[in-house]
């Protein structure tokens, strides 16, 4: 059974850091490409950032370019997301996501954490 | 990145209705559309992937369709439990994009 558990979660202040982590389980995690994918209070679904399966390849939304930055673990079964220079525009509840992959390029989101919040506040 | 529009931005319905939620890309994105369904304070729930293919275990009455740029997600006999908000997203780009969400509401 998969099982995604996001941590690090907190208030901060703007400008401040944070590392958020997802701990997977039930699948082989150093076969999959992970996402992190967000949702700021009253908004939708923001996809975030993705790296590859084995941490070479890695993208992310224009917004968080530059100052986030997406890794893994594979060791540890464990995906990250480091946070610097936070906004108060990054408010958010942050899921990590697994992909299934339906076709050799293509792939929809089976598997989400339960989320963690973060909120940038002075 | 390619941009996805869904239509309405709210549905108000009631248990027993069929609802139509559309989902239009920016560009053609073949049929690399998924949809889900998201209740506050839980975790996204895949519903629909490759624009028409249920996941196992979801009912029956969800059913996705299009093709190309546009696409539907229709729910028949709304069940209580489908009182949430459904997203697309598309994963034909090297960073997917969502809709900005549909609010089925009663």
């Known amino acids: 059974q998969v099982h995604l558990v996001e941590s690090g979660g907190g208030v901060v202040q703007p400008g401040r850091s944070l590392r958020l982590s997802c701990v997977a389980s039930?699948?082989?995690?150093?076969?999959?490409?992970m996402h992190w994918v967000r949702q700021a209070p009253g908004k939708g679904l923001e996809w975030v950032a993705i790296v590859s399966y084995d941490g070479t390849n890695k993208y992310y939304v224009d917004s968080v370019k530059g100052r986030f930055t997406i890794s893994r673990d594979n060791s540890k079964n464990t995906l990250y997301l480091q946070m610097n220079s936070l906004r108060a525009e990054d408010t958010a509840v942050y899921y990590c996501a697994k992909p299934y992959y339906y076709d050799s390029s293509s792939y929809a989101f089976d598997h989400w954490g339960q989320g963690t919040l973060v909120t940038v506040s002075s | 990145d390619i941009q996805m529009t869904q239509s309405p931005s709210s549905l108000p319905a009631s248990v027993g209705d069929s609802v139509t939620i559309t989902c239009r890309a920016s560009q053609t994105i073949s049929t690399y559309l998924n949809w889900y369904q998201h209740e506050l304070g839980k975790a996204p729930k895949l519903l629909i992937y490759a624009a028409s293919n249920l996941r196992s275990g979801v009912p029956s009455r969800f059913r996705g369709s299009g093709s190309g740029a546009d696409f539907t997600l229709t729910i028949s006999s709304l069940q209580p439990e489908d009182f949430a908000t459904y997203y697309c997203?598309?994963?034909?780009?090297?960073?997917?994009?969502f809709g900005q969400g549909t609010r089925l509401e009663i």
């Open positions: 039930g699948f082989t995690f150093s076969s999959y490409a």
């Open positions: 997203q598309q994963s034909f780009g090297t960073r997917p994009t």
